[in-house]
């Protein structure tokens, strides 16, 4: 089952703080992140297992409520780059891992 | 060159014929995986394969076909094109089904008039 992304679309000025949420109804093994830039491939950011850590890459990081099946990933002082559509991806767990499940997206526009 | 690639980038075909999407990859990555890519639908599954001559099917199969005869090869075979088939394809690579990073292909943009 596709998980739930929000919001589904957001814009920030340069600087500015985001989060950007993802609820899944099944138990997860792994959220995974990736954001896209228009006319490009999704780009890989970062991977969460079960276990609730939380990661960072730069300016960014996410964290994994594995009671909740929830993840969030943290966006602060937003850069312009950081422009893009973001996807969760999860992984159910039961016997082993399954295929990822992509999200709809959340498109977010940093704007100068 | 090393990574993933995919091709054509861009196809323009018509209905009821029959295309073919190319993806090699150089990692020697066990998985590789379909997905198309709609406005509102983010990325769903159509196929993916374990290994060579191992594939099973995502969440979207139907109208779809794949092979996997070498490790780096996985083409992708629409036997009877339909319009509902234009979209964006991505092809994609990784370790393992679910806990290892995908690595993304530059996309398939196809056409169906």
């Known amino acids: 089952q596709q998980p739930v992304q929000s919001p589904q679309a957001v814009i920030l000025r340069e600087g500015e703080d985001a989060v950007i949420n993802c609820s899944s109804s099944k138990a997860l093994y792994s959220v995974h992140w990736y954001r896209q830039k228009h006319g490009e491939a999704p780009v890989f950011l970062m991977i969460?297992?079960?276990?609730?850590e939380q990661k960072g890459h730069d300016k960014i990081s996410a964290s994994f409520n594995e009671k909740k099946q929830q993840s969030s990933l943290y966006l602060t002082a937003s850069q312009l780059s950081y422009s893009g559509t973001y996807f969760c991806?999860?992984?159910?767990?039961?016997?082993?891992?399954?295929?990822?499940?992509f999200g709809k997206g959340t498109r977010l526009s940093v704007i100068a | 060159d090393a990574g993933i690639t995919q091709s054509p980038r861009y196809k323009i075909t018509e209905t009821g014929r029959q295309v073919t999407l190319m993806c090699h990859q150089t990692w020697s990555h066990s998985y590789m995986f379909w997905y198309r890519q709609d406005l509102g639908h983010g990325l769903r599954l159509i196929y993916y394969s374990a290994a060579a001559d191992i594939t099973d099917k995502g969440e979207v199969p139907d109208g779809y076909v794949v092979s996997r005869s070498k490790t780096e090869n996985f083409p992708l075979t629409l036997e009877s094109a339909t319009r509902s088939q234009t979209s964006v394809y991505f092809c994609a690579s990784s370790e393992s089904k679910g806990v290892d990073t995908q690595y993304f292909g530059p996309g398939t943009r196809l056409t169906v008039l």
């Open positions: 969460l297992l079960k276990g609730g």
């Open positions: 991806g999860t992984a159910a767990f039961y016997s082993g891992n399954t295929p990822l499940v």
